[in-house]
């Protein structure tokens, strides 16, 4: 791993556990143990590893969309929620910081974490949208429907532990379970299980 990848890494770890405010330069040098001055040869500043690192996180969460298998709605949010828990487990502390730190940056900053954040929104409310049309999902408010799906995905990242009580495997399963039928697939419909 390069010496900025190491940087980017440690930055999300420390901005997910202290929080982008109460972390300093000062605190980034000493886990990475360098002296203060030589991190600015590999860094602009602060809030430019916080984009950094929402910028990480936004192309890990828009890779999900664009390896979505074609057609079937239900096997695309299956596979949509399996790959977005995944996500969130493998890239804990970027996904925390993803979620919850991106709203310390300053404009034009924040107005490009606020552009990929909504880039991904779209394509999970367009992944409803085919459902819909397809008469497969049933939904009165295609917004809020897409809302409620990112709601209950995103908070895992507060509690989700990969040595917790269920696997991956076993909680995007309930979890897609729980979601097709809130989008008004019953069971046994599509694919045979909800």
Not at 6 to 12: P, T
Not at 73 to 81: C, I, T
């Amino acid at each position: 791993m390069d010496r900025r990848s190491q940087i980017l890494q440690m930055a999300g770890h420390l901005f997910s556990q202290r929080g982008y405010h109460a972390t300093s330069i000062r605190d980034l040098a000493k886990a990475l143990n360098l002296q203060g001055g030589s991190l600015y040869a590999h860094i602009a500043s602060k809030e430019e590893l916080l984009l950094e690192v929402v910028r990480q996180a936004a192309e890990r969460f828009q890779k999900v969309l664009e390896a979505l298998p074609p057609e079937d709605p239900v096997a695309r949010m299956k596979a949509l929620v399996k790959g977005h828990l995944r996500v969130i487990a493998e890239e804990l502390p970027r996904a925390t910081v993803f979620f919850h730190e991106w709203k310390h940056l300053s404009p034009p900053l924040l107005e490009e974490a606020k552009a990929l954040r909504r880039r991904y929104e779209e394509g999970v409310q367009g992944v409803i949208a085919e459902g819909v049309e397809k008469g497969v999902f049933r939904v009165e408010d295609l917004r809020l429907a897409t809302l409620f799906v990112l709601s209950a995905l995103n908070w895992t990242y507060q509690w989700y532990r990969k040595d917790g009580p269920l696997s991956l495997e076993a909680l995007a399963e309930a979890y897609a379970g729980m979601l097709l039928r809130a989008l008004g697939v019953e069971e046994g419909g599509e694919d045979g299980k909800a």
